[in-house]
């Protein structure tokens, strides 16, 4: 049984160049899965004797970046499938129903299926959403309070190292340090709390149910 660890499990674009670096055994499926993306950048993976050094690092990081981009990014179907998962989780911790809310993050996996998002997936759209809240000037005041639910240490301190950098707008680009801090499944499972947490504020000081504002709050871009 191959136990290894999957070139993009986790890691950020400088760590997956590292551990490439390390063990040059990762180096064709990874080269495999960022051939097209290699492609569109001028580097054909048939002929790296014949590349600059320093050409094919660039490009490479840049494979990376876009390839750890789209996958966090659905679109289509699968966005809408994200959403209504997202909505799901959400509905489930603001009804204080912890064991649903678990029971259904632990059923996503690293891929999508026919009927549930990648965990990435739903990571991405998450941090994505908290970062339009909390840089929306209209919704500063209705912020002012929000209340985590009962969370382990280390999920509470990953939702408020989420919540400081949403604040910023950068909660989705720094997903790659805080993924290295605090673990993917740490991450995406804060995100949630926060985001549940978060409709709730703003329901309280709406006055709007809160399957209205988790509506409004995930409508597509």
Request: charged residues 25%; contains cysteine; negative net charge.
């Amino acid at each position: 049984m191959n136990n290894a660890k999957p070139p993009f499990d986790e890691a950020d674009d400088a760590d997956l160049l590292a551990r490439m670096q390390r063990d040059p055994e990762i180096i064709d499926e990874v080269l495999e899965q960022l051939k097209p993306l290699l492609a569109a950048d001028g580097i054909d993976t048939q002929n790296l004797p014949n590349v600059d050094p320093n050409e094919l690092h660039a490009a490479m990081t840049r494979a990376i970046e876009r390839h750890q981009m789209e996958a966090h990014t659905p679109v289509g179907d699968a966005r809408a499938l994200t959403v209504a998962t997202v909505r799901d989780l959400s509905e489930a911790l603001h009804h204080q129903k912890p064991a649903q809310a678990e029971q259904l993050w632990q059923s996503l996996k690293l891929e999508p299926t026919p009927n549930l998002p990648s965990s990435s997936h739903v990571m991405g759209l998450t941090l994505e959403t908290l970062d339009s809240i909390y840089t929306d000037t209209k919704l500063r005041t209705a912020l002012g309070i929000v209340r985590l639910p009962e969370l382990s240490d280390a999920t509470r301190a990953a939702a408020q190292d989420i919540q400081r950098s949403a604040m910023q707008g950068r909660a989705f680009n720094s997903r790659d340090v805080m993924v290295s801090t605090h673990t993917t499944r740490k991450v995406g499972r804060a995100a949630i709390c926060l985001f549940a947490s978060t409709a709730t504020a703003i329901s309280e000081h709406s006055k709007l149910q809160y399957s209205t504002v988790v509506e409004q709050l995930l409508e597509p871009a």
